[in-house]
Protein backbone atom coordinates (compact mmCIF):
# COMPACT_ATOMS: atom_id res chain seq x y z
CA UNK A 1 0.00 0.00 0.00
CA UNK A 2 1.12 3.52 -0.72
CA UNK A 3 2.28 5.22 2.56
CA UNK A 4 1.72 8.94 3.05
CA UNK A 5 4.05 10.83 5.60
CA UNK A 6 3.24 14.73 5.94
CA UNK A 7 5.53 17.17 7.59
CA UNK A 8 5.49 19.17 9.54
CA UNK A 9 3.18 18.23 12.26
CA UNK A 10 2.43 21.09 13.31
CA UNK A 11 2.70 24.54 12.15
CA UNK A 12 2.09 27.95 13.88
CA UNK A 13 1.85 30.96 11.84
CA UNK A 14 0.37 34.37 12.19
CA UNK A 15 -2.96 35.64 10.83
CA UNK A 16 -1.97 36.56 7.00
CA UNK A 17 1.04 34.16 6.70
CA UNK A 18 1.90 31.80 4.14
CA UNK A 19 1.04 27.96 4.91
CA UNK A 20 2.81 25.43 2.84
CA UNK A 21 2.15 21.72 4.11
CA UNK A 22 4.11 18.96 2.41
CA UNK A 23 2.84 15.00 2.14
CA UNK A 24 4.99 12.44 0.74
CA UNK A 25 4.02 9.16 -1.26
CA UNK A 26 6.62 6.08 -0.59
CA UNK A 27 5.68 5.23 -4.36
CA UNK A 28 4.65 7.51 -7.24
CA UNK A 29 0.63 8.84 -7.24
CA UNK A 30 -0.49 8.44 -10.74
CA UNK A 31 -2.89 10.94 -12.52
CA UNK A 32 -2.68 13.41 -9.55
CA UNK A 33 -4.64 11.16 -7.32
CA UNK A 34 -4.08 13.08 -4.22
CA UNK A 35 -7.00 14.74 -2.35
CA UNK A 36 -6.37 17.59 0.65
CA UNK A 37 -9.41 17.43 3.59
CA UNK A 38 -9.71 20.16 6.02
CA UNK A 39 -10.84 18.94 9.93
CA UNK A 40 -11.99 21.37 12.64
CA UNK A 41 -11.98 20.62 15.96
CA UNK A 42 -15.06 18.41 16.55
CA UNK A 43 -16.13 18.22 12.93
CA UNK A 44 -15.89 16.39 10.05
CA UNK A 45 -13.46 16.14 7.58
CA UNK A 46 -14.03 18.71 3.98
CA UNK A 47 -12.88 17.85 0.84
CA UNK A 48 -10.59 20.80 0.00
CA UNK A 49 -8.57 19.49 -2.89
CA UNK A 50 -8.75 16.74 -5.45
CA UNK A 51 -6.40 15.19 -8.36
CA UNK A 52 -3.87 17.05 -6.84
CA UNK A 53 -4.94 20.92 -7.46
CA UNK A 54 -8.41 21.10 -7.89
CA UNK A 55 -10.25 22.80 -5.52
CA UNK A 56 -13.63 21.73 -4.02
CA UNK A 57 -17.35 23.25 -4.08
CA UNK A 58 -16.98 26.57 -1.85
CA UNK A 59 -13.51 26.53 -1.22
CA UNK A 60 -12.06 29.57 -1.24
CA UNK A 61 -8.92 30.61 -3.60
CA UNK A 62 -6.50 31.11 -0.91
CA UNK A 63 -5.93 27.32 -0.55
CA UNK A 64 -4.46 25.61 -3.66
CA UNK A 65 -2.63 22.49 -4.21
CA UNK A 66 0.48 21.41 -6.36
CA UNK A 67 2.28 18.55 -6.93
CA UNK A 68 2.95 14.97 -8.60
CA UNK A 69 4.65 11.85 -8.57
CA UNK A 70 5.69 11.58 -5.05
CA UNK A 71 5.66 15.14 -3.36
CA UNK A 72 2.44 17.15 -3.23
CA UNK A 73 2.06 20.57 -1.39
CA UNK A 74 -1.19 22.62 0.07
CA UNK A 75 -0.76 25.86 0.07
CA UNK A 76 -2.81 28.70 2.33
CA UNK A 77 -1.68 31.62 0.89
CA UNK A 78 -2.96 33.86 3.50
CA UNK A 79 -3.62 31.92 7.24
CA UNK A 80 -6.94 33.43 8.40
CA UNK A 81 -8.35 32.33 12.33
CA UNK A 82 -10.72 30.20 10.58
CA UNK A 83 -8.31 27.86 9.10
CA UNK A 84 -7.02 26.56 12.58
CA UNK A 85 -7.64 22.74 11.56
CA UNK A 86 -6.02 19.61 11.21
CA UNK A 87 -4.90 18.87 6.99
CA UNK A 88 -5.34 15.55 5.76
CA UNK A 89 -3.65 14.10 2.32
CA UNK A 90 -5.20 10.94 0.75
CA UNK A 91 -4.23 9.26 -2.13
CA UNK A 92 -6.57 7.23 -4.49
CA UNK A 93 -4.55 5.79 -7.00
CA UNK A 94 -3.43 2.62 -5.04
CA UNK A 95 -5.69 0.31 -3.20
CA UNK A 96 -6.34 0.80 -0.50
CA UNK A 97 -6.91 4.02 -0.52
CA UNK A 98 -4.36 6.07 2.53
CA UNK A 99 -4.57 8.72 4.58
CA UNK A 100 -1.55 11.09 5.67
CA UNK A 101 -1.03 11.16 9.67
CA UNK A 102 -2.35 14.70 9.17
CA UNK A 103 -0.56 18.38 9.22
CA UNK A 104 -1.82 20.35 12.43
CA UNK A 105 -2.24 24.54 11.59
CA UNK A 106 -2.11 26.69 14.57
CA UNK A 107 -2.55 30.67 15.04
CA UNK A 108 0.28 32.00 16.37
CA UNK B 1 -29.24 19.64 0.17
CA UNK B 2 -26.68 16.56 0.21
CA UNK B 3 -26.56 15.16 3.38
CA UNK B 4 -25.56 11.88 5.35
CA UNK B 5 -26.62 11.25 8.92
CA UNK B 6 -25.60 8.21 10.84
CA UNK B 7 -26.74 6.12 13.98
CA UNK B 8 -26.42 3.39 16.15
CA UNK B 9 -23.08 4.68 17.71
CA UNK B 10 -23.03 3.02 21.10
CA UNK B 11 -20.54 1.24 23.97
CA UNK B 12 -19.99 -2.19 23.56
CA UNK B 13 -18.20 -5.04 24.83
CA UNK B 14 -15.15 -6.47 23.41
CA UNK B 15 -16.76 -9.52 20.57
CA UNK B 16 -19.70 -7.51 20.71
CA UNK B 17 -21.59 -6.44 17.35
CA UNK B 18 -23.89 -3.45 16.16
CA UNK B 19 -24.88 -2.01 13.14
CA UNK B 20 -24.36 1.50 11.89
CA UNK B 21 -27.04 3.63 9.57
CA UNK B 22 -26.47 6.34 7.76
CA UNK B 23 -29.28 7.98 5.98
CA UNK B 24 -28.93 9.81 2.67
CA UNK B 25 -30.17 12.81 1.48
CA UNK B 26 -30.27 15.67 -1.68
CA UNK B 27 -28.47 12.79 -4.54
CA UNK B 28 -29.95 10.12 -5.86
CA UNK B 29 -28.20 7.38 -3.98
CA UNK B 30 -27.98 4.03 -5.95
CA UNK B 31 -25.98 6.07 -8.80
CA UNK B 32 -22.84 6.44 -5.94
CA UNK B 33 -19.90 4.50 -3.93
CA UNK B 34 -20.43 5.19 -0.61
CA UNK B 35 -17.86 4.30 1.98
CA UNK B 36 -17.53 4.79 5.76
CA UNK B 37 -14.04 5.76 7.33
CA UNK B 38 -12.96 5.86 10.94
CA UNK B 39 -11.08 8.34 13.61
CA UNK B 40 -9.64 6.65 16.11
CA UNK B 41 -9.69 8.98 19.66
CA UNK B 42 -6.86 11.65 19.07
CA UNK B 43 -5.71 9.51 15.68
CA UNK B 44 -5.49 10.20 12.09
CA UNK B 45 -7.76 8.55 9.26
CA UNK B 46 -8.42 5.22 8.42
CA UNK B 47 -10.53 3.78 5.29
CA UNK B 48 -12.67 1.30 6.62
CA UNK B 49 -15.14 0.20 3.32
CA UNK B 50 -16.91 1.48 0.00
CA UNK B 51 -19.64 -0.44 -1.76
CA UNK B 52 -19.65 0.89 -5.55
CA UNK B 53 -22.79 1.93 -7.05
CA UNK B 54 -22.61 -1.22 -8.67
CA UNK B 55 -23.10 -3.17 -5.11
CA UNK B 56 -19.44 -4.33 -5.31
CA UNK B 57 -17.52 -4.29 -1.56
CA UNK B 58 -14.51 -3.52 -0.52
CA UNK B 59 -12.67 -3.72 2.97
CA UNK B 60 -9.94 -2.82 4.39
CA UNK B 61 -7.77 -5.62 5.74
CA UNK B 62 -7.95 -5.12 9.56
CA UNK B 63 -11.81 -5.30 9.34
CA UNK B 64 -11.95 -8.03 6.70
CA UNK B 65 -14.31 -11.19 8.07
CA UNK B 66 -15.73 -9.05 10.27
CA UNK B 67 -17.37 -5.79 9.05
CA UNK B 68 -20.14 -5.97 6.40
CA UNK B 69 -21.17 -2.88 4.43
CA UNK B 70 -24.59 -3.10 2.58
CA UNK B 71 -27.61 -0.66 1.68
CA UNK B 72 -30.81 -0.19 1.12
CA UNK B 73 -31.61 1.49 -1.93
CA UNK B 74 -35.61 1.57 -0.75
CA UNK B 75 -34.68 3.44 2.09
CA UNK B 76 -31.32 5.51 0.52
CA UNK B 77 -29.61 4.23 3.80
CA UNK B 78 -25.81 2.59 4.12
CA UNK B 79 -25.29 0.34 6.49
CA UNK B 80 -21.88 -1.17 8.28
CA UNK B 81 -22.83 -4.35 10.51
CA UNK B 82 -19.70 -4.62 12.76
CA UNK B 83 -19.03 -8.19 14.74
CA UNK B 84 -16.33 -9.73 16.98
CA UNK B 85 -15.13 -5.67 18.41
CA UNK B 86 -11.95 -4.88 19.47
CA UNK B 87 -10.77 -2.23 21.75
CA UNK B 88 -8.72 -0.92 18.71
CA UNK B 89 -11.97 -0.33 17.33
CA UNK B 90 -13.28 2.30 19.05
CA UNK B 91 -13.71 5.52 16.64
CA UNK B 92 -15.62 7.83 15.33
CA UNK B 93 -17.11 6.38 12.01
CA UNK B 94 -17.69 8.70 9.44
CA UNK B 95 -19.96 7.67 5.83
CA UNK B 96 -18.83 9.90 3.43
CA UNK B 97 -19.80 9.80 -0.44
CA UNK B 98 -17.03 8.86 -3.13
CA UNK B 99 -17.09 11.42 -6.22
CA UNK B 100 -18.62 10.66 -9.19
CA UNK B 101 -18.07 12.67 -12.41
CA UNK B 102 -21.20 14.53 -13.37
CA UNK B 103 -21.59 12.30 -16.77
CA UNK B 104 -22.66 9.31 -13.96
CA UNK B 105 -18.92 7.03 -15.86
CA UNK B 106 -15.96 8.07 -13.89
CA UNK B 107 -15.95 7.01 -9.98
CA UNK B 108 -13.29 8.03 -8.00
CA UNK B 109 -11.97 7.11 -4.84
CA UNK B 110 -11.80 9.86 -3.07
CA UNK B 111 -14.80 11.52 -0.88
CA UNK B 112 -16.44 14.97 -1.33
CA UNK B 113 -19.90 14.63 1.28
CA UNK B 114 -18.96 13.74 5.23
CA UNK B 115 -21.56 12.79 7.63
CA UNK B 116 -20.93 14.24 10.83
CA UNK B 117 -19.80 10.49 12.51
CA UNK B 118 -21.27 8.22 14.94
CA UNK B 119 -19.05 7.09 17.94
CA UNK B 120 -18.29 3.40 18.72
CA UNK B 121 -16.71 2.97 22.03
CA UNK B 122 -15.25 -0.77 23.19
CA UNK B 123 -15.05 -1.17 26.38
Known amino acids: EIVLTQSPGTLSLSPGERATLSCRAS???????LAWYQQKPGQAPRLLIYGASSRGTGIPDRFSGSGSGTDFTLTISRLEPEDIAVYYC?????????FGQGTKVEIK | DVQLVESGGTLVQPGGSLRLSCAASGFIFSNYAMSWVRQAPGKGLEWVST???????YYADSVKGRFTISRDISKNTLYLQVNSLRAEDTAIYYC??????????????????WGEGATVTVS
Open chain 2, 96 to 113: ARDYLSPSGSLWYNYMDV
Open chain 1, 27 to 33: QSVGRGY
Open chain 2, 51 to 57: MSGGGTT
Open chain 1, 90 to 98: QQYDGSPRT
